[in-house]
Nanobody, 123 residues
Framework: QVQLVESGGGLVQAGTSLRLSCAAS????????MGWFRQAPGKEREFAAG????????YYADSVKGRFTISRDNAKNMVFLQMNSLKPEDTAAYYC????????????????WGQGTQVTVSS
């Protein structure tokens, strides 16, 4: 089973950028689709971005489209989320998750989750 560990969160001002990383261990990520989800206090976990197993297809929530970019380096067993033009409403715990081959936007479809990294955007 693959294990996931996120890093890169922090406290930033609106309009700035952060890059989240997700490091995998235990198994190679080459057969896994990867997703980034986020959860704000009192809200349900929501999809932010996803990438199929080879990175050829990526998907984004409307709320982050044009500002966030998911990428993956299968050789290094890493997945990234570049977040630009951050807004206060992007404040949440961010989680990476894995499922076989094809990314979806449904949290319940993902089998493996990291522990999360907190992103706080001040206005």
């Amino acid at each position: 089973q693959v294990q996931l560990v996120e890093s890169g969160g922090g406290l930033v001002q609106a309009g700035t950028s952060l890059r989240l990383s997700c490091a995998a261990s235990g198994r190679t990520l080459t057969s896994y689709a990867m997703g980034w989800f986020r959860q704000a206090p009192g809200k349900e976990r929501e999809f932010a971005a996803g990438a199929n197993w080879n990175g050829a297809n990526t998907y984004y929530a409307d709320s982050v489209k044009g500002r966030f970019t998911i990428s993956r380096d299968n050789a290094k067993n890493m997945v990234f989320l570049q977040m630009n033009s951050l807004k206060p409403e992007d404040t949440a715990a961010y989680y990476c998750a894995a499922r076989p081959l094809v990314a979806t936007s449904r949290a319940g479809d993902y089998d493996v989750w990291g522990q999360g990294t907190q992103v706080t955007v001040s206005s």
